[in-house]
């Protein structure tokens, strides 16, 4: 089968995003580039049933090379952030905290230090309709220098190299809106406010989180 460990790699993904409460239904979609074929789950389809060979490979176009069912909905956004970047995986889903920290900041404060994982606080797209041209230049846009993004009353984005480096950062993208939203509710009691780490605080944590981890 063609790019099957890819394939295979998707469905584990997939099923491991619905385990961690990370997707709603089948509301997540992620891909693997590969030169200039892209395999991207399919349209619809339940995780739980989904094999390998349901899954899909496009070209870089959006044509089928080798497709038994109708690609992602979300295909023109993925191929879209492959065009804009250098990404070589991107991880989608309707996470609740980060799709609820969209429709209400423009970014994401950098209140916690995991904000460094992304490249700096994580920017939020501007809405825009699924599927649309116009979504995927506003995701691709939000991107710059990050490997996260919100997209406005929609959900949450993440890149990376191989698929299991975007899906890694997933968890803790979810996690950051979580902090933020909860912060942003403890704010309405008198006297407090939200601290915000400085571009340098949050660089120096970046160089650190690099090195962090048991050397192999
Ligand atoms: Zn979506």
Not at 194 to 210: F, H, N, Q, R, T
């Amino acid at each position: 089968m063609l790019l099957e460990n890819e394939r295979t790699e998707v469905v584990r993904v997939l099923k491991e995003m619905q385990r961690l409460g990370l997707v709603v239904g089948t509301a997540g979609n992620v891909s693997v580039r590969v030169g200039d074929q892209v395999v991207i789950s399919p349209s619809g389809m339940e995780y739980g049933e989904m094999e390998p060979a349901d899954v899909g490979v496009h070209d870089l176009d959006g044509n089928p090379v080798d497709a038994r069912y109708a690609p992602s909905s979300e295909l023109p956004l993925h191929l879209s952030v492959y065009r804009a970047t250098d990404a070589g995986a991107i991880t989608h889903n309707h996470a609740p905290a980060s799709t609820a920290l969209s429709v209400v900041v423009d970014e994401v404060p950098a209140t916690h230090y995991y904000s460094s994982m992304f490249g700096g606080p994580v920017r939020v797209a501007p809405y825009a309709t699924f599927g649309s041209d116009e979504l995927a230049t506003n995701v691709a846009d939000a991107l710059k220098d990050r490997s996260g993004a919100l997209m406005s009353n929609h959900g949450a984005l993440t890149i990376g190299p191989t698929l299991a480096k975007a899906y890694n950062l997933l968890p803790y993208l979810e996690y950051i809106c979580e902090v933020q939203l909860r912060a942003m509710a403890a704010t309405a009691a008198p006297g407090t406010s939200i601290k915000v780490l400085s571009p340098e605080l949050l660089a120096e944590a970046g160089s650190g989180l690099k090195n962090y981890g048991q050397s192999k």
